[in-house]
């Protein structure tokens, strides 16, 4: 039997763990207070393979290098890649950050109006810890996406912003290091106004608040998708978990064998059927309305509504597994409007059609 005694302990231990993770994020983590930019010249040669990565995509797309650039204060692996496009009035930046034990490239587009408000559109390789100010426009799209998806994508927002009255900064080469400074400062900036940050000792360096402790730890498990409005995600779960509750009420409706009785199934393959398309639907709605963390959002929606047949039909937590994975198969359909990489959309499919076969056969276990 159980002790309630190891349950309490076991919730205990972890509630203790949370607090020393946040600790270490609190006591080892400083910035600081006042951004500085060091043009690097000439380039360090053990930077250029990285922060290279986009050089002939981007000068394809028109986009010139203006130079490369550390932030006084941080490590010393913080070195950017700076490129600037005059006709258009944006920057690329590509930095070098470090995932799953290695350094990876990373691209961001930004672009500044004229009323103070910035776009940012960039590949999520890692998240995001800092807050974002509401004038901040920020989109982060899958990190695997080509600099030309991404560029497309940010000339889109941009124009919106244009029609919506707000023209782009110019820009030029000489501004460029002076804006960047100005953008990185007013971000530095609002995190000290909402309490995540506060200034040490010598006044030079910011270090975290717990609050910022608690913030850091919940970005690295975040489960909300990245750049979408609590509007659009109330919108797309509501969605999902509504054509869900259709299906599997028909799923489990007294009279539907009478109803599809010219289908010719037996009683459990037709409201398995039933499910199974419903499950795949509103798994792939979800997953598209939110771009990312379908497979998260699909899931739970599915295992809350669980009960409504999991008497229907044998097996019925295949549902679930269905709706889950129909869940990245709608990010894939999302991502697939950018990027047009069929390869990375039929995949998915073809294991969602496995997992809706393998339901069918565990009908007759």
Request: hydrophobic residues 50%; aromatic residues 12%; glycine residues 6%.
């Amino acid at each position: 039997m159980f002790s309630p005694w190891i349950f309490a302990g076991l919730i205990a231990a972890v509630i203790a763990g949370i607090f020393f993770m946040a600790w270490l994020v609190k006591t080892r983590t400083k910035i600081p207070a006042r951004v500085r930019l060091q043009k690097l010249e000439p380039e360090p040669e053990d930077t250029v393979p990285v922060q290279a990565y986009y050089e002939s995509e981007l000068a394809a797309l028109e986009f010139e290098k203006v130079g490369e650039f550390t932030v006084t204060g941080l490590d010393a692996g913080n070195v950017h890649r700076v490129y600037l496009n005059k006709n258009e009035s944006s920057l690329a930046v590509v930095s070098s950050v470090s995932t799953a034990g290695r350094r990876r490239p990373h691209l961001e587009f930004y672009t500044r109006f004229d009323d103070r408000s910035t776009l940012s559109t960039e590949g999520a390789a890692t998240p995001n810890f800092l807050a974002t100010p509401p004038a901040r426009q920020v989109h982060r799209l899958p990190a695997n996406l080509s600099a030309e998806n991404l560029w497309q994508f940010h000339k889109r927002k941009v124009e919106a912003g244009k029609t919506a009255g707000r023209a782009p900064m110019a820009l030029a080469k000489n501004t460029v290091y002076e804006i960047i400074e100005q953008d990185q400062q007013e971000l530095v900036d609002f995190q000290v106004q909402n309490g995540l940050f506060r200034r040490a000792q010598d006044e030079a360096t910011l270090v975290p608040a717990w609050k910022f402790a608690f913030y850091f730890l919940f970005k690295v498990l975040d489960p909300m998708p990245s750049g979408i409005s609590a509007p659009k995600f109330a919108a797309a779960v509501l969605a999902g978990a509504a054509v869900l509750f259709g299906f599997f009420m028909l799923a489990r409706w007294r009279d539907a064998p009478d109803f599809f009785a010219a289908m010719n199934l037996t009683e459990p393959q037709l409201r398995y059927a039933i499910s199974a398309a419903g499950a795949a639907l509103a798994g792939a709605l979800i997953g598209y309305l939110l771009q990312t963390r379908g497979v998260l959002w699909a899931g739970i929606i599915a295992l809350a509504q669980y009960f409504l047949v999991k008497s229907a039909f044998p097996n019925a937590y295949a549902a679930i597994l269905i709706c889950a994975y129909a869940g990245l198969v709608g990010n894939r359909i999302s991502e697939y409007q950018i990027s047009r990489m069929a390869s990375r959309f039929l995949g998915p499919v073809i294991v969602l059609a496995g997992l809706i076969i393998f339901g069918w056969v565990l009908l007759e276990k």
